[in-house]
Nanobody, 119 residues
Framework: QVQLVESGGGLVQAGGSLRLSCAASGSISSINVRGWDRQAPGKQGELVAIITSGGNTNYADSVKGRFTISRDNAKNTVYLQMYNLKPEDTAVYYC?????????????WGQGTQVTVSS
């Protein structure tokens, strides 16, 4: 099992910045991919960014150039640094972790943290 706890959400004006953190505990060594998803009211959930165990990253087109995902292995923590925030970035952001095994893919999510960007 993997437990994920997010922090760092809040209210920010358009053009501002926030950094989200996701601390992991449990069977961390088995995790292959960590990332962030977001869910806005009335909209489909979106995969925002991922980082693999090898350090490769990928981003949704909507956040490329504005968001950066990184990790601190010593702290078992993944970060999402968000710059130049826009009102359309308003959503609940969920940290996730994925473990690939011979029996399938196992996904874990945190409880979510609200990000609200005012215009």
């Amino acid at each position: 099992q993997v437990q994920l706890v997010e922090s760092g959400g809040g209210l920010v004006q358009a053009g501002g910045s926030l950094r989200l953190s996701c601390a992991a505990s449990g069977s961390i060594s088995s995790i292959n991919v960590r990332g962030w998803d977001r869910q806005a009211p009335g909209k489909q959930g979106e995969l925002v960014a991922i980082i693999t165990s090898g350090g490769n990253t990928n981003y949704a087109d909507s956040v490329k150039g504005r968001f950066t995902i990184s990790r601190d292995n010593a702290k078992n923590t993944v970060y999402l640094q968000m710059y130049n925030l826009k009102p359309e970035d308003t959503a609940v952001y969920y940290c996730h972790a994925s473990r690939f095994s011979g029996s399938g893919v196992y996904n874990y999510w945190g409880q979510g943290t609200q990000v609200t960007v005012s215009s």
